[in-house]
């Protein structure tokens, strides 16, 4: 290992009263947040139970009286009077990461709290109507007792719909299917002049088909949505495989799981995720769907890992690396959601002794937090401390630079576990915000088909070594680090994330000309505020959005690289 690869040296970091804090924030997460977060999931599920009751005639009418109260809102603002147009959803109910800043400024609220019906299940066409804020819990409950189910769903139950359009979706089926984006087929938006339209691939409409994934509600608002059904079973048949060696010998063994080297499609799983531990240590899970009657045939082990009580997915998968390779059947539903409880693993540090027995079998029904009201209850020194002593970043990078792209988490980080989710990067008719690197059709490497490239979600949530063992740790210098090596590695960072870029390293990393062309073209300009403006960090004001909004109208918004 060269000198320059070496593991950083780091100083001994002095503790500051938010350091005590954030140690002792549980005692807040157990009094306040679990019990008030426990109510608030009970009543959304009892308004999902009253929405399920009404006929589908009746959430279309009350969707089309919605959709004409946002479209007069829209048209009774006055441009010059009042500010930019955005929701009337508050900043801390957002589940990314990053400070919603810009609603601090003036700006024009529109309610699209309404938006919450699933508006029909077309069994024929094979397609899933919903209203924007519809959420992973709700559909999935919904569907799989149909034995039908979204291509992909992402694994939060909070997650929603508008959220996962707007900006980044993701799930083990992902290396079938693509992003959550790629599995719609119609999109129905309001845009800045009060005009709703449908927007489909080959429509009138078809640039905004595609400028809408990513744009972060900066074109228009969604109202609906029809998303794509796939066939289901009952159960998933998962395959728990240990990997040991390097980290490029991890990331090999990453790849072989789900990409075999021979092209046999038989050799495919239905799902996949891989859970690196340590630099040395990972493994990798594929599953298949399958039936009741092959789950309950003797001598095969179900696991319903969805009971409260049950220990955190990724601390059961990590068993494997002790009792080596092995197989058991999920409840579908429950395989769906494995990483809700413990928000992944950052539950761990939100409560760290939430993995115990005795606290998963007391009060694991209480779990999880949301993390909505975990934004909630912090202040911004708490935040603050969080962006700068914690990591939860995706780095969305070609599957072939994998192994390369784990050295760098672990030389310039030191974050574990990390978790790997493959998808495909479609070749699309017009340059999208993401696109696979050109020539990819040429090169074939592991994974990639005629179509799409195959990238990895390398997904990095912990706090980092360094401040585990009371190092210094500059998390915005790493931040930055980590973009600028994603830019020259044709990599991609979702923006529900903390960003540290400038415009023009923004423009570098994603392609504007579709989506400026759509701004244009719709008058978002003057309307919503830019993405690049909505997703940096720190205050925004209405003067310097305008501003800036009317430079991008005068010049060219990126430079080519």
């Known amino acids: 290992m060269s000198d320059i690869e070496a593991p950083l040296v780091r100083p001994k970091r002095k503790k500051i009263w938010v350091d005590y804090f954030v140690q002792f924030r549980w005692i807040v997460v157990i009094f306040v947040v679990l019990p008030i977060s426990a109510t608030l999931y009970f009543l959304t599920y009892l308004g999902d139970v009253w929405s399920e009751m009404k006929s589908y005639e009746k959430r279309q009418k009350e969707h089309d009286e919605n959709v004409k109260k946002v479209i007069k809102r829209l048209k009774g603002r006055d441009a010059a009077k009042d500010g930019l147009v955005c929701t ?14 810009y609603k601090r400024a003036r700006h024009f609220e529109v309610d699209l709290s309404a938006f919450r019906n699933i508006l029909k299940i077309d069994k024929d066409r094979m397609i899933a109507r919903v209203e924007p804020l519809v959420n992973m819990g709700q559909i999935t409950r919904v569907t799989i ?28 089926s992902s290396h079938v299917h693509g992003l959550f984006t790629d599995t719609v087929e119609a999109y129905e938006i309001v845009l800045a002049g009060g005009e709703l339209v ?28 029809e998303i794509r059904l796939v066939h289901i079973k009952e159960y998933m048949k998962l395959t728990y495989i240990p990997v040991k060696g390097d980290l490029q010998t991890i990331a090999q063994g990453y790849m072989d799981s789900f990409a075999p080297r021979d092209g046999d499609p038989t050799k ?11 630099s040395t240590e990972g493994v990798m899970m594929t599953g298949k769907y399958a039936s009741k009657e092959e789950a309950k045939k003797k001598g095969n082990k179900i696991n319903n890992v969805g009971w409260w009580f049950k220990p955190w997915f990724y601390q059961y ?3 494997a690396l002790k009792k080596g390779e092995f197989v058991e059947y999920i409840p579908t539903r ?39 009201l975990l934004k909630a209850t912090q202040g911004e020194g708490i935040r603050n401390y969080y962006h700068e002593m914690h990591v939860i970043q995706d780095m969305l990078v070609p599957l072939y630079k994998v192994g390369d792209t784990l050295e760098w988490v672990d030389r310039e980080m030191e974050v574990y576990p990390i978790w790997l989710c ?5 070749k699309q008719p017009v340059k999208c915000m993401i696109n696979p690197e050109p020539g990819f059709e040429y090169d074939m490497r592991q994974g990639d088909t005629e179509d799409a490239q195959m990238y990895t979600d390398v997904g990095v949530y912990y706090a980092p070594g360094p401040v585990l063992r009371g190092e210094v740790f500059d998390g915005v210098e790493a931040v930055r680090k980590m973009e600028q090596w994603l830019i020259e590695n044709h990599g991609f960072q979702p923006q529900y994330a903390v960003s540290e870029l400038d415009e023009k390293s923004f423009w570098r990393m994603f392609d504007a000309e579709l989506y400026e062309h759509c701004r244009r073209k719709y008058r978002a300009i003057g309307t919503f505020m830019s993405i690049y403006y909505k997703s940096k960090k720190g205050k925004k004001t ?20």
């Open 88 to 101: 009337a959803r508050k900043p801390w109910i957002a589940v990314g990461m990053r400070n919603v800043d």
């Open 317 to 319: 998968a990590q068993t």
């Open 542 to 561: 209405e003067k310097e959005v305008r501003e800036a909004e009317q430079a991008h109208l005068e010049t060219a918004y990126a430079e080519v690289d």
């Open 422 to 426: 493959p998808h495909k990067v479609f």
């Open 198 to 225: 449908r927007a489909t691939r080959d429509n009138e409409y078809s640039d905004v088909f595609y400028a809408i994934p990513w744009s972060q509600g900066t074109l228009g608002f969604l109202v609906a949505a």
């Open 334 to 372: 429950e395989y769906y959601h494995r990483h809700t409880s413990s928000l992944y693993w950052e539950g761990k540090l939100i409560l760290p002794f939430g993995d115990q027995f005795w606290f998963r079998f007391l009060f694991g029904w209480l779990m999880p937090p949301k993390v909505s």
């Open 145 to 172: 007792p149909m034995n039908l189910s979204l291509a992909v769903v992402a694994e939060l139950d909070d997650l929603t719909v508008g959220g996962l359009i707007n900006g980044y979706g993701i799930e083990g």
């Open 268 to 278: 495919i799983p239905d799902f996949i995720e891989g859970m690196v531990y340590s």
